[in-house]
Nanobody
């Protein structure tokens, strides 16, 4: 069973930046960052699609968030710039589409 460990979340002010990390027991060609949506769903923010190309599923983050990866370290990153209060959420990484197992996520709070 693949495992994910997200980290890097914090309380920041609007306009600041954060880098999230996801240490996975295994990485796949298609990986994504998700965030919690209403009704307990998790939606893709940005990911690498099956062709290994970056794809933004949430247009509100395009130009501000960037996904990257280090396959040698089984790690996926999310660089978050120009953060807004509406980015406040718990962020998860997973395969895309997701595996059944999820990590605990990492809380990002943008306030001030």
């Amino acid at each position: 069973q693949v495992q994910f460990l997200e980290s890097g979340g914090a309380l920041v002010q609007p306009g600041e930046s954060l880098t999230l990390s996801c240490d996975a027991s295994k990485v796949f060609d298609s990986m994504a960052w998700y965030r919690q949506a209403p009704e307990n769903r998790r939606t893709v923010v940005v990911g690498f699609n099956v062709a290994g190309i970056k794809e933004y599923s949430d247009s509100s983050v395009k130009g501000r968030f960037t996904i990257s990866r280090d396959n040698a370290k089984n790690t996926i990153y999310l660089q978050m710039n120009s953060l807004k209060p509406e980015d406040t959420n718990v962020y998860y990484c997973n395969k895309w589409p997701p595996a059944t197992s999820w990590g605990q996520g990492t809380q990002v709070t943008v306030s001030g």
